[in-house]
């Protein structure tokens, strides 16, 4: 069984930065495709960045493209995402998800499409 643990988030001022993180255990992690998704208060959850097994291939949500970075670390089981210029509609609960497919890119942004969670860690950016 899967686990994911997030952990980073924060409150900051718009225009601050976060890393988040999201430790990993009980699978081989290099096979699994990795994706950040976030839910503000309310409303229904969103991909915001996924990333192919060797990380070679990312993609964005694109109200974060060249904000956001997307990275993993497959020697170290962790799954990273950097957040720069943080904007108030940035404010959700962020989770890390994986799954177990062969082509990472198709259907990255529904969270229908991923099999394993971590708890959420909360990203609150005042303006």
């Known amino acids: 069984q899967v686990q994911l643990v997030e952990s980073g988030g924060g409150s900051v001022q718009a225009g601050g930065s976060l890393k988040l993180s999201c430790a990993t255990s009980g699978g081989d992690f290099s096979t699994y495709c990795m994706a950040w998704f976030r839910q503000p208060l309310g409303k229904e959850r969103e991909g915001v960045a996924a990333?192919?097994?060797?990380?070679?291939?990312?993609y964005y949500l694109d109200s974060v493209k060249g904000r956001f970075t997307i990275s993993r670390d497959n020697a170290n089981n962790m799954l990273y995402l950097q957040m720069n210029s943080l904007q108030p509609e940035d404010t959700a609960m962020y989770y890390c998800?994986?799954?177990?497919?062969?082509?990472?890119?198709?259907?990255?942004?529904?969270?229908?499409?991923?099999?394993?969670w971590g708890q959420g860690t909360q990203v609150t950016v005042s303006s």
């Open positions: 998800a994986s799954r177990h497919v062969v082509y990472c890119g198709v259907g990255w942004s529904g969270p229908e499409n991923f099999e394993f």
């Open positions: 990333i192919s097994r060797g990380g070679g291939d990312v």
